[in-house]
């Protein structure tokens, strides 16, 4: 836990004097893994929304007669960026702690920094790039993950995180909405954009490659990633839908029961990044559901995962999952949080929730060596699959990293950690 602090206590000193940051989340430790540093492209960022009528509206709905809203969808977009000679990669991301439908964390803003430019040109050097599509937890937001998400737009990748409505720390709503609305919002996201480059009328038409796409999800966002993949949701989760909204079965449109639910798997989906992904303890997924995962997917746990759990969760997921080769990351004695940025300096004020610092914070690992092994995974793993690099090394090797150095990491830096590969079963 002593860099977390040092970090912190950087990030408060250099805070106070008005100056910019030294370190932002995502930059390197002196022991992070060979492909975390970032790539040679500039980044650019900006903020899109966008409006998805007549959607579901399960909170407002009434014994389980449907009712229906226009349904908001805001997102940040990071892409290769042609920079000006006066513009920098500095921005102040605006957050929130707190969540809006708990009285006893009531919402509190600040900013942090990172390494973008605000609405900066396009490169269009590199031609058209990846599409990754990124899904946050519940609650969160589309700036949980930016040591990713920042990370990967470096490296020749347009990388789109949703904020989910009824599901950000601004926004909160019941749990229903998560659990209908997340594979539904990514496919919406993925067709919204892809008919927006289409029509040559902003950055998605002149850099973005939709034929060729890669989702991240965290907790519910690898809950909603995997079931748009493929990995269609079991009949034990319509009656846990039902209970908690009074008899809706609204959610048995993405179940294996439906029919038409395996037409909507795109096959633009190339690769799948799920972190520690929610459901599987709930009976959200048996092995005829998970059989229709095909896709290559990595997944990340901790494996003392309380939240999504281990065992039965998510290494269950990963073995039942025998049609899609993957892979499994596991942070030996970690808990549920492996994918967010590190707790903000503000989080460490005397008065608030303990919940405002436990929502970033991992007991076990230092969050920023967590960030910048996930860095050099992830970056691994989609340059493989979207991009056709010659990566496979990084992810070959010991199972255990106590027993050998794990290729790409300094000597004695690979401990603590299992990486288990499944391929397709004949």
Known sequence: MLKSFVV???FLSLYSFGQSPAFVYGDLLPDAPELAARGSYSIGVQTVSWVNPGQIDVLRSKRGVDTFYNRKIVAEVWYPAALRPNQKEEIQYDELMGTSNDPKR??????????ACRDADPSLEGGKFPLIIVSHGYVGSRYLMTYLTENLASKGYVVVALDHTESTFRDAGGFPSTLLNR????????????????SGKNIFSQIVDTDNVGL??????GYGVLNVAGAAYAEPAINVFKSLTGGSTAIAERTLSNPEYLKTVDQRIKAVVAF?????????WDDASLKNLKVPTFFVSGSHDDISGYEK???AIYDKAINAERYLLTYLNARHNVAPNPPPPE???KGLPFDEYYRYAEPSWDENRLNNINQHFVT??????????????????QVNSNDKTWPGFKARASTGMELHHGVVEK
Do not use: C
Request: a positive charge; charged letters at 20%.
């Open 347 to 349: 989080s460490l004020q």
């Open 380 to 397: 691994a793993f989609l340059g493989i699959h979207l991009k056709n690099q010659d990566f496979k090394k990084y992810l070959e090797g």
């Open 183 to 198: 594979s539904k919002d990514v496919i919406f996201a993925l067709n919204e954009i892809t008919k927006i480059a289409k």
């Open 276 to 284: 520690a992904p929610w459901g599987m303890e709930r009976g959200v």
């Open 216 to 221: 991240v999800g965290y907790s519910m966002g």
């Open 8 to 10: 912190t206590f950087l």
């Open 106 to 115: 009531p919402l509190i803003p600040f900013k942090f920094a990172g390494r």
């Open 313 to 315: 969760g998510v290494k």
